[in-house]
């Protein structure tokens, strides 16, 4: 397949899956599902939802179809509320109601809320049956795609049920992003930086140097010119490329460690996103969108604990400011939103581990509670002052 492939080898488990990144690679769906489901394949379902289905599900199953496959199909509706166990009770009874075995497979097709559902649903049923993934959101292309978490919410939290399943193959066809509305393309950008920050001065160069070719506002208008589809493919496979080289070292994201590679490091900007998720029930931010203001605080934060100096905070903030316009985080209350991150805390010993940043490529996992309440609020009220409005 022309574009750029990537082989992601999960040491020790004796497992390796490709991950192809082409423009217009949709259009080879059906000879891309028989390379990836396993050699005797007879069914696949096709796991996706309300949104999605209708733009590019029938396209794919009839593709599929034509691959020879017995076709299935399955749809959540629209949104994060419903990535819950009732919906993967539901997938369960589709896949059985269509007699899937143990040799076929399971395909997500949509954003990360049908990405993790699916997956998780595939890594239980029959303990476990082949999953290929087809990511249409820019977030879930370069981040909850690649990987192999897996899960849903509970009343317990978010994402506190789940596994670590990888899957069989993953097809990234970014023309698919033509159609996603402009919030969730300033999310996907919003991990993208973070991505950068994390990786090194190439993937923070590169990120921002699409930013500035290709302002947020006018996005839209560049879908389907050869140069565009070319800048974002290369951000795309740069961007995967970070991420499978944190996977391949530390899959299951080892308590343990709390070096600059650990996969601990992917939760930069995340202590404060899920904290301002929570706090407005989930209803205000996008889950990438609240990852740009958890970058913005991070850097607010190692500038306070002398970590790291005001270039960096003011580079993290022009960056950032580039992925689009964020919320407005006027009339949230800094002491609610400093509550809400002991939630974070059940993670790891019921301790608060905080990434922050020394300078680009140089994460720095520090542990949170020695971090005095005053200063949380100093920092945020730094950040609400730039962003009231
Ligand atoms: P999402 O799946 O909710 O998709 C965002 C919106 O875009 C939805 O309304 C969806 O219907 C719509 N959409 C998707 N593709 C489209 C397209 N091509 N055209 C038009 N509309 C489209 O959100 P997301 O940002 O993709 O994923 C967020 C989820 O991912 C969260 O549940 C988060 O916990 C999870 N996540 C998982 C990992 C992981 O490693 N597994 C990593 C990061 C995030
Ligand atoms: N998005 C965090 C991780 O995959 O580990």
Redesign the pocket.
Same mark, same amino acid.
């Given at each position: 397949m022309a574009g750029t492939t990537l082989k992601i080898d999960i040491s020790g488990r004796g497992g390796s899956y490709e991950i192809a990144i082409a423009n217009g690679s949709i259009s080879r769906v059906g000879s891309w599902a028989k390379q990836h489901s396993g050699k005797v394949a007879r069914k696949i379902i096709v796991v996706s939802?309300?949104? %999605?289905f209708p733009?590019?599900g029938g396209f794919v199953a009839e593709q599929l179809r034509s691959a020879g496959f017995e076709v299935g199909t399955w749809q959540l509706k629209?949104? +994060?509320v419903h *990535?819950n166990w009732r919906n993967v009770e539901k997938a369960l009874n589709a896949f059985a109601a269509f007699d899937l075995s143990r040799t076929d497979a399971v395909v997500a097709l949509? /954003?990360? %809320? %049908?990405?993790?559902l699916a997956?998780f649903a595939a890594s239980i049923y029959l303990r476990g049956v082949p999953f290929l993934q087809i990511?249409?959101?820019?977030? $879930?292309m370069i981040?909850? $795609? %690649?990987?192999?978490?897996?899960?849903v919410?509970s009343s317990a939290g978010?994402?506190r049920v /789940?596994s670590f399943y990888q899957p069989s193959g993953v097809l990234i066809d970014t023309g698919? #992003?033509?159609? #996603?509305?402009p919030r +969730?393309i300033t999310?996907?950008l919003c +991990?993208a930086v973070k991505q950068g920050v994390l990786s090194g001065r190439e993937l923070f160069k590169t990120t921002s140097d699409f930013l500035s070719r290709y302002p947020v506002a006018e996005m839209s208008k560049n879908f389907g010119e050869r140069e565009f589809g070319n800048a974002i493919d290369s951000l795309v496979a740069a961007q995967v490329g970070f991420k499978a080289s944190i996977v391949r070292g530390d899959e299951r994201e080892s308590t343990g460690r709390a070096d600059a590679r650990s996969r601990k490091i992917?939760n930069f900007g995340h202590t404060l996103a899920h904290a301002l998720e929570k706090v407005t029930s989930y209803k205000h931010f *996008?889950? /990438?969108e609240a990852v740009g203001y958890g970058i913005l605080y991070a850097a607010e934060l190692s500038k306070m604990l002398a970590l790291t100096d005001d270039k960096v905070v003011n580079l993290l903030y022009d960056v950032v400011h580039r992925t689009g316009r964020l919320p407005s985080l006027s009339g949230i209350d800094p002491e609610e939103v400093v509550e809400a991150f002991r939630f974070d805390k059940k993670q790891v010993a019921g301790s608060l581990q905080m990434i922050l940043i020394k300078g680009i490529g140089k994460p720095a996992i520090v542990n949170g509670d020695g971090i005095p309440r005053s200063t949380h609020i100093r920092a945020l009220k730094h950040l609400f002052k730039k962003h009231q409005s």
């Open positions: 939802n309300t949104t %999605v733009i590019y629209d949104g +994060e *990535k949509g /954003g990360g %809320v %049908v990405g993790d997956g990511p249409t959101t820019l977030l $879930s981040d909850s $795609s %690649v990987g192999g978490k897996t899960g919410n978010k994402n /789940g698919l #992003l033509k159609t #996603l509305p +969730e999310a996907g +991990e992917l *996008k889950h /990438g």
